[in-house]
């Protein structure tokens, strides 16, 4: 993934995530870890990524509504392409188990001791609706999503959530600190829809001002 600097005192790292839907909040926890002091920078991976920070995969999350459920409100559970199963923390844990309905959020913020800001911001940013061939939409506000981590009992750093098609911030994480969860999405299915395939791309940033 790679890192941007498009200001000298502004540092962003910025990820995508594809969502789909065939037409159609529980306990948080997390990883929440210290890390060395270090010169300015931010790190963030969302689904396959490297340590390196140079992988430019953009997974996908999908459903396919089963036609005598289409919106009868109970929500669909939807599935990745992530293989991403183990933490990009350099220990290897196997932080989501099952990365096939997960797509795991790593993100880092390091500075050195006397330097500042003192944190730096996660965002994601949707568009106000998927949208199929045919120009009918969902509003992406039908997406939403849970979090865990595997042997974590830390209350979640990322929240549980929904989109909002527009941008939310999610956290800020303090100097010398990652944190990474497991998210899992679901589609709402609270309306019958025109049938296609309806597809938006959700993009995660991390910005140090």
């Given at each position: 993934?790679?890192?941007?600097?498009?200001?000298?005192?502004?540092?962003?790292?910025?990820?995508?995530?594809?969502?789909?839907g065939l037409w159609p909040v529980v306990e948080a926890?997390?990883?929440?870890?210290?890390?060395?002091?270090?010169?300015?920078?931010?790190?963030?991976?969302?689904?396959?990524?490297?340590?390196?920070?140079?992988?430019?995969?953009?997974?996908?999350?999908?459903?396919?509504?089963?036609?005598?459920?289409?919106?009868?409100?109970?929500?669909?559970?939807?599935?990745?392409?992530?293989?991403?199963?183990?933490?990009?923390?350099?220990?290897?844990?196997?932080?989501?188990?099952?990365?096939?309905?997960?797509?795991?959020?790593?993100?880092?913020?390091?500075?050195?001791?006397?330097?500042?800001?003192?944190?730096?911001?996660?965002?994601?940013?949707?568009?106000?609706?998927?949208?199929?061939?045919?120009?009918?939409?969902?509003?992406?506000?039908?997406?939403?999503?849970?979090?865990?981590?595997?042997?974590?009992?830390?209350?979640?750093?990322?929240?549980?959530?929904?989109?909002?098609?527009?941008?939310?911030?999610?956290?800020?994480?303090?100097?010398?600190?990652?944190?990474?969860?497991?998210?899992?999405?679901?589609?709402?299915?609270?309306?019958?829809?025109?049938?296609?395939?309806?597809?938006?791309?959700?993009?995660?940033?991390?910005?140090?001002?």
């Open positions: 993934m790679p890192l941007h600097t498009p200001h000298p005192n502004r540092l962003l790292a910025s990820l995508g995530l594809l969502l789909a926890h997390a990883w929440s870890l210290s890390i060395a002091a270090a010169s300015r920078r931010v790190f963030l991976h969302v689904g396959n990524g490297t340590a390196e920070g140079n992988n430019s995969t953009i997974n996908l999350v999908s459903v396919s509504v089963p036609g005598a459920q289409v919106g009868n409100g109970v929500a669909q559970a939807m599935t990745t392409n992530s293989t991403q199963s183990q933490s990009l923390y350099g220990d290897g844990f196997t932080t989501c188990p099952t990365p096939a309905s997960q797509i795991m959020v790593g993100a880092s913020y390091r500075r050195n001791n006397n330097g500042s800001p003192a944190s730096a911001t996660l965002r994601v940013t949707s568009p106000a609706n998927l949208v199929n061939a045919a120009g009918d939409t969902i509003p992406f506000s039908q997406i939403s999503w849970t979090v865990s981590a595997n042997g974590s009992s830390v209350p979640g750093v990322i929240p549980a959530g929904s989109f909002n098609g527009a941008t939310q911030t999610l956290t800020t994480i303090p100097a010398n600190t990652y944190i990474e969860n497991c998210h899992t999405f679901s589609y709402a299915n609270s309306a019958v829809r025109a049938a296609g395939t309806y597809n938006g791309q959700v993009t995660y940033t991390l910005t140090s001002p």
